[in-house]
């Protein structure tokens, strides 16, 4: 039985323990926004709708900096409406307060647009002509544009596309931003369009087609060396008949042509100069051939064309070899007599050299004939007049400084030929200067932001064995090499784009400038290194979401401290927003609450501001009345025990009895108690229930 009573007893108790519980539950926010999202371009006009489903509430209306409402009693919904919206920041809030005083609110997001004033597209640190095999860097500048996040740079060789570029800095006012593309133009892209589109992807809530605004036609002119087409390298003609030669090369711009003739044979050493492309020879009576030499100011290339002549038996010279000149040998070509085929005689050591700018140099030439009437070096500078008798021949310059040298030792053989082998020499000269910046932007940067790094090389030679290297530390980005060639100084600048994050902050760049000159160069390479570059990232407020809940019950009487917390660089500023008749009291980031209400901290620093909501829901404190209606319980429980117990134990474990007139008496019997198990009875008569008497 008092089992039974102790368990009805704990489940009325739990019973009303879930009913408290129950009345502390919190309905969802009865708002509904239409549209639930809206995209607007600057200055257009904008109208959405707050409405709810509920009926108990005194009243609800719309918080904005521009188009707010005031409380609207006895209605279902309200309108936010502007008709020029140029508030890049703003947050429109829809509110409801209920008949209990609670508030809750549904912030409506805004996207606002902004097509760019003007899109243009350059060369970076070049103007004129582009040289086949180098690289270029095109630019193009977006002036005036938002929200950066959904910009989409695309960029376009004619019809075809060639790159996309994103942003992932999030920024709602408008901004000026670059996008670059790395091109090495060939021949093929003379006279081709590179253009460059601002494209603003909003989404599906966006309009359809997306904004876009297109740069103008960007036309680049291809300079390239002088290349022969394809044509006869030996020409069959009857003796005495007239002949042309055809010598066609193509080049930008075009090469100037020059047609030599090595032969002893008068008409052979016609010569003409200029963009003629034919050269005709009138009676040709013998062999020969002719040298034909393309130039422009990129390069200038020679090939021979062989003239043979079908003359009588009795006249017709021994045919001449048609292999090619290679500088072991050299073509003879007298008119009548058999030809020959003369192996080079001069040896040079070394073969080739690489020299320091204003360095010396010494190079031995060499000849295992002695059938010759001297040797000699032809040189700007260290060259020697012919010397006799001798087997070696030596160039020396203390210190050389000429970039275009070439020196060429020849020999004068006894039979009138003059062969002669060119030295080939490299003349480096390492950077006077190797910065590093930062393209258009000075001060610190913003995480997720696009920037352009720059290493300007000022006066280095050649160009063509430059390597650039880009380093993160001590962790290699990036290679840069050259393919224009040059044999004079130049100056030569380099990029590397970079996205930096926060953890990027205090990291150091540097550019390394290298000269790759082969085996005969020095090791290890010649190097620059550019000093260090230390970039300062800041990046926007992160708010400790883990340590202030959007949602927090707070007892009545009993105060919650709110702590916001957030990381971001510059350091935020940490504001509280708050109804001012609330009773609270903030210190810091820390905030002391009393009452129930939304409560907004905002944090804020010089990249964006950053925030977050938090519902203080009031809830009763149920533990003293709790704490009372147990000891209650517990009181009235005991006292019920006590008595069913005594009721009970009386019952059934008690009789009664009395002593009056009690006699002795030897034989033991039901009625008699007994005097702890001795002889002497004790006479006892059993009375009725309601009489008791001591």
Same mark, same amino acid.
């Given at each position: ?9 704990? +489940? ?22 239409n ?11 904008v ?9 108990? !509430? ?26 020029n919206?140029?508030d ?18 549904? @912030? ?15 060369? +970076? ?30 960029w %376009? ?18 901004? &000026? ?56 390298? #030996? ?6 008949? &007239? ?20 032969t ?12 003629l492309? #034919?050269?005709?020879?009138? *009676? ?58 003369v ?28 059938? !010759? ?13 012919? $010397?006799? &008798?001798?087997?070696?021949? @030596? ?30 020499v490299?003349?480096?000269? @390492? ?9 258009? !932007?000075?001060?610190?940067?913003? $995480?997720?932001?696009?920037?352009? +790094?720059?290493?300007? /090389? ?22 840069v ?6 044999k004079?100084?130049e ?20 550019? *390394? ?45 009993y ?14 500023r ?10 609270v ?5 820390n ?7 939304l ?6 620093n ?17 533990l ?7 000891? =209650?319980?517990v ?5 019920? =025990?006590?008595? /069913? ?11 009664? %009895? ?21 002889d ?13 008497? =001591?």
């Amino acid at each position: 039985m008092c089992e039974i009573i102790f368990s009805r007893i704990f +489940l009325g108790f739990a019973v009303l323990l879930l009913w408290m519980a129950g009345g502390l539950a919190h309905a969802a926010c009865p708002l509904e926004l239409n549209p639930p999202r809206l995209v607007v371009g600057y200055g257009d006009s904008v109208s959405v709708n707050c409405s709810t489903s509920s009926t108990d !509430h005194e009243g609800m209306g719309w918080e904005a900096t521009f188009g707010g409402t005031s409380l609207e009693q006895d209605v279902i919904f309200v309108t936010w409406t502007v008709k020029n919206l140029t508030d890049w920041t703003i947050q429109p809030k829809c509110y409801i307060t209920s008949k209990d005083g609670k508030q809750c609110l549904e @912030t409506f997001p805004v996207i606002l647009y902004k097509t760019p004033d003007r899109v243009s597209i350059s060369v +970076l640190n070049h103007s004129g002509p582009m040289v086949e095999g180098t690289q270029y860097q095109l630019q193009c500048d977006i002036q005036n544009i938002a929200p950066l996040q959904n910009l989409v740079v695309k960029w %376009y060789k004619g019809n075809e596309l060639l790159d996309n570029v994103t942003y992932s800095n999030v920024s709602k006012r408008p901004e &000026d931003v670059s996008a670059t593309l790395m091109i090495s133009p060939s021949r093929d892209d003379d006279g081709d369009q590179y253009r460059c589109r601002a494209e603003l992807d909003l989404g599906r809530e966006g309009p359809q087609p997306h904004p876009t605004v297109t740069s103008e036609p960007l036309n680049i002119t291809v300079h390239y060396a002088p290349e022969f087409l394809p044509g006869n390298d #030996t020409v069959e003609v009857s003796a005495g008949s &007239d002949v042309s030669l055809d010598c066609s090369a193509e080049g930008n711009p075009p090469p100037e042509l020059r047609w030599t003739n090595n032969t002893a044979e008068g008409n052979a050493n016609e010569t003409t100069v200029g963009r003629l492309r #034919t050269l005709n020879i009138s *009676r040709v009576t013998a062999n020969a051939t002719y040298n034909c030499t393309v130039t422009n100011r990129l390069g200038s290339i020679t090939k021979q064309i062989h003239v043979l002549v079908d003359v009588p038996p009795q006249q017709h010279p021994t045919m001449f070899s048609t292999a090619p000149s290679t500088p072991e040998t050299m073509t003879t070509l007298p008119a009548t007599a058999k030809s020959k085929v003369v192996t080079f005689p001069l040896e040079l050591n070394p073969p080739r050299v690489v020299v320091r700018y204003g360095d010396s140099v010494s190079v031995n030439c060499s000849t295992s004939s002695t059938d !010759h009437d001297g040797m000699g070096w032809e040189a700007t500078f260290g060259g020697t007049s012919v $010397e006799q &008798d001798v087997n070696v021949v @030596t160039w020396t310059v203390d210190n050389l400084t000429d970039w275009t040298i070439e020196p060429k030792c020849y020999i004068n053989l006894n039979d009138g030929e003059q062969p002669s082998k060119e030295l080939p020499v490299i003349l480096y000269k @390492t950077p006077d200067r190797v910065p590093i910046s930062v393209l258009n !932007h000075s001060g610190p940067m913003v $995480e997720g932001t696009q920037y352009q +790094l720059q290493c300007d /090389i000022q006066n280095i030679a050649p160009l063509q064995n430059l390597v650039v290297k880009w380093y993160k530390g001590n962790e290699p980005l990036d290679n840069v090499t050259y393919s224009h060639v040059s044999k004079r100084p130049e100056d030569v600048s380099a990029t590397l784009m970079i996205s930096p994050s926060k953890d990027d902050n205090g990291t150091q760049y540097r550019c *390394r400038a290298e000269l790759d000159l082969g085996p005969e160069g020095p090791q290890p390479h010649p190097t620059v290194t550019s000093e260090p570059l230390s970039i300062t990232v800041h990046y926007k407020p992160c708010i400790n979401a883990s340590g202030l809940p959007v949602r927090i019950p707070v007892f009545r009487g009993y105060p919650e401290e709110l702590v916001c917390e957030a990381e971001g660089y510059p350091q935020p500023r940490i504001k509280w927003v708050y109804d001012p008749a609330k009773h609270v009291s903030e210190a810091g980031g820390n905030l002391t609450v009393f009452e129930a209400g939304l409560y907004n901290c905002t944090a804020t620093n010089d990249v964006a501001t950053s925030f977050i909501v938090v519902e203080v829901v009031l809830n009763e404190d149920y533990l003293p009345l709790i704490a009372g209606f147990v000891a =209650f319980m517990v009181v009235v429980i005991s006292v019920i =025990f006590v008595v /069913i117990y005594s009721i009970y134990y009386k019952n059934n474990k008690m009789g009664r %009895y009395s002593l009056k007139k009690a006699k002795l008496s030897s034989t033991p019997n039901g009625n008699v108690a007994q005097n702890g198990g001795r002889d002497t009875p004790l006479p006892m008569t059993k009375l009725s229930q309601p009489n008791i008497y =001591f």
